[in-house]
């Protein structure tokens, strides 16, 4: 869910105690407690009941990591091909590499939570459904990726996170993951 506040970390509407030794990881790179902010979308493994919740591993997962291509003036950005529309406030130019957290509402569409600039090195990132799918490549919410394996082949309709790099057109992917 989207972390909404602070004190314990308040997700989903629920109360989840963790401290500064809690596993915190950005996209799958390890990272720290301190770096959790309000509107970043996270996986948290907790264990315990009600006001016992005790988080012991928290994962931000980003929607999207990439390069914004456009800018309507309606405020709605697009990386990779998917329109993104941004929480108030947000001020994004083309060109720049953001960070996007949020819900996908469909396969070319996000509502962001929140919106960061992505550093240097940051993989980018893409979520959604593979629409098809041979050997060695498949076409994720209209983006062509080309997997890791030559002859790693997925299936339609699998919800898929792949991070990797912009290649030729498309998308070479560098780790593949089922979502969802």
Known sequence: GIITGFGSLCVNELEIHYDAKTPVSVDGQSSR????AV????AVRAEGKGVNLRASQIQVRHTLVGRVETVNQDGRLKVW???VSP????RVQPGERVK???YRTDAKH???SRID???VG???VLTGEVEWSQSGEALVNGVRIRLPGAGERLKPGQEIRVSGRPDAGGFKAEKIELDG
């Open 33 to 36: 407690a301190d770096q959790l």
């Open 39 to 42: 509107g970043q979308l996270v």
């Open 81 to 83: 091909g998917q329109w």
């Open 87 to 90: 929480p108030m406030m947000s």
């Open 100 to 102: 996007v957290s949020g």
């Open 110 to 112: 996000v509502l962001a």
């Open 117 to 119: 600039p992505a550093k």
């Open 122 to 124: 940051d993989p980018d």
